[in-house]
């Protein structure tokens, strides 16, 4: 009878640790889970189209530039600012981009250099208000997206500029070169896929290794190994459904490039840590010497930086440069950023939070486009899905506290 009741013990403490398990990985990755829902229901109800390889391939080349406003973007919000003015310097830049290859004639390797030192420009002088002059960023850039809109015009005397180079639209419509001339999968890709999963691999058992040494807490050997295999199945996935088509776009290696470096820095740098810091407490970062206003002075300026290369990309993928570029672009590299976790108060955010929260909003669109509902009612639901996504995560990491 009492090993009867020690078994039942036993499984219930078992039950109760995976139970537990699934619960915490739940609060941790709730807006992963919450892309995987909605890319599931959109698949059905679109019987099968969503994740069809050329439209995943539209999905990468329609929401790329979003994603990488959101990089910058959840960077400036977890200092406690923000800034409106992304979409303006983004079709300012386009229009400088157009200037310079269409009527210059300059060449695209020239004319891009140009375009990021000049969007660099952009950021140091938004920069210098808000850090320097203490101007409230909301009301700096409110500035900024009048001035640089203005200027867009100006610049374009109010016309379209078309079309690029071939060189330049490559930017965004081109796709990694292929070893093979035939047909079949796409090998450069497939390389490209398998090479990444051994990286996550390795850098994966690598961390781990460190926080053992260093005594920091380690999730449990199961979740781990599971993690790593659901991974590295969707690199698989992934991988196979892009090599099936075209291979990947090149814009997609410019994304996952910028991904990993703004990861490495904010995750694994001085300046990520005093970033961080200085948007928990200004005061007390200052105070324990961290110079808050120099960091505010270059996180702008990397903002202006993020804007010149989503510009360039947007307009090469629409193939010319127009007075209207730009619009939304801010409403939604912010709405990513907090459909990613991200907190209004400053401190709380990641890079990977913020592409997560833009992917939800580009399949939403997606899907939406694809059953045929007006853009009227995408824009009142996609509204109705920000408020809930962002409560449901707050809900979640308030229970777990």
Same mark, same amino acid.
């Given at each position: 009878?009492?090993l009867?009741?020690e078994?039942?013990?036993?499984?219930n403490?078992k039950?109760?640790?995976?139970l537990g398990?699934l619960?915490? *990985? !739940?609060?941790?990755?709730?807006?992963?889970?919450?892309?995987?829902?909605i890319?599931?229901a959109f698949?059905?109800m679109?019987?099968? /189209?969503?994740? @069809?390889? %050329?439209?995943?391939?539209?999905?990468?080349?329609?929401? *790329?530039?979003?994603?990488i406003?959101?990089?910058?973007?959840?960077i400036l919000?977890?200092?406690?600012?923000?800034?409106?003015s992304?979409?303006?310097?983004?079709a300012?830049?386009g229009?400088?981009?157009?200037i !310079?290859?269409? @009527?210059?004639?300059? *060449?695209?390797?020239l004319? &891009?250099?140009?375009?990021?030192?000049i969007?660099?420009?952009?950021?140091?002088f938004?920069?210098?208000?808000?850090a320097?002059v203490k101007v409230?960023?909301?009301?700096a850039?409110?500035?900024? #997206?009048l001035?640089?809109?203005?200027?867009?015009?100006?610049?374009?005397?109010?016309?379209? $500029?078309?079309?690029?180079?071939?060189?330049?639209?490559?930017i965004?419509?081109?796709?990694?070169?292929?070893?093979s001339?035939?047909?079949?999968?796409? %090998?450069?890709?497939l390389?490209?896929g398998? &090479?990444?999963?051994?990286?996550f691999?390795?850098?994966?058992?690598?961390?781990r290794? @460190?926080?053992?040494?260093?005594?920091f807490?380690?999730? *449990?050997?199961?979740?781990?190994?599971?993690?790593?295999? $659901?991974?590295?199945? #969707?690199?698989?996935w992934?991988?196979?459904?892009m090599?099936?088509?075209?291979?990947?776009?090149n814009? %997609?290696?410019i994304?996952a /490039?910028?991904i990993m470096?703004?990861?490495?820095?904010?995750?694994?740098t001085t300046?990520?840590?005093?970033?961080y810091?200085t948007?928990g407490?200004?005061?007390?970062?200052?105070?324990?010497g961290?110079?808050?206003?120099q960091?505010?002075?270059?996180m702008f300026m990397?903002?202006?930086?993020?804007?010149?290369?989503?510009g360039? &990309? !947007?307009s090469?993928?629409l193939?010319a440069a127009?007075?209207?570029?730009g619009?939304?672009?801010?409403?939604?590299?912010?709405?990513?950023c907090y459909?990613?976790g991200?907190s209004?108060?400053?401190g709380?955010?990641?890079?990977?939070?913020?592409?997560?929260?833009?992917?939800?909003m580009?399949v939403?669109?997606?899907g #939406?486009?694809?059953?045929?509902?007006?853009?009227?009612?995408q824009?009142?639901?996609?509204? #109705?899905?920000?408020?809930?996504?962002?409560?449901?995560?707050?809900?979640n990491?308030?229970?777990?506290?």
């Open positions: 009878m009492e009867k009741q078994k039942k013990v036993n499984t403490q039950l109760d640790g995976i398990i619960k915490g *990985s !739940f609060q941790k990755y709730s807006m992963y889970f919450f892309l995987a829902i890319m599931i698949q059905i679109t019987d099968g /189209v969503l994740l @069809k390889p %050329l439209n995943i391939t539209n999905i990468i080349l329609q929401n *790329s530039y979003i994603l406003l959101a990089i910058g973007m959840v919000i977890i200092l406690g600012d923000i800034d409106l992304v979409g303006s310097i983004a300012f830049i229009a400088l981009s157009a !310079f290859t269409i @009527k210059m004639g300059m *060449s695209t390797p004319a &891009i250099v140009l375009c990021l030192l969007g660099i420009a952009i950021g140091a938004q920069g210098f208000w808000v320097f409230p960023a909301f009301i850039t409110l500035a900024g #997206m001035i640089f809109r203005g200027l867009t015009i100006v610049a374009l005397d109010g016309k379209s $500029l078309a079309p690029f180079p071939g060189s330049f639209q490559q965004s419509s081109g796709f990694l070169p292929d070893i001339s035939g047909g079949g999968l796409h %090998l450069v890709s390389i490209v398998i &090479i990444t999963a051994c990286l691999v390795w850098f994966s058992f690598r961390n290794q @460190k926080k053992a040494t260093y005594g807490p380690l999730e *449990s050997k199961a979740l781990f190994y599971t993690k790593i295999v $659901l991974v590295i199945a #969707m690199l698989g992934f991988t196979y459904i090599a099936s088509y075209e291979g990947f776009p814009v %997609l290696i994304l /490039v910028l470096v703004y990861r490495f820095v904010t995750n694994k300046v990520g840590r005093y970033v810091a948007g407490n200004e005061k007390a970062a200052a105070l324990s961290i110079k808050t206003k960091i505010k002075f270059i990397n903002m202006g930086l993020l804007s010149s290369i989503a360039i &990309i !947007f090469a993928r193939n127009t007075a209207t570029a619009n939304g672009f801010e409403l939604d590299a912010i709405a990513a459909i990613g991200a209004a108060y400053g709380v955010g990641t890079v990977l939070g913020a592409i997560i929260g833009g992917l939800v580009g939403l669109n997606n #939406m486009s694809l059953m045929g509902i007006g853009v009227d009612w824009q009142a639901i996609k509204g #109705m899905v920000l408020l809930l996504a962002v409560a449901f995560d707050i809900y990491k308030n229970k777990g506290k």
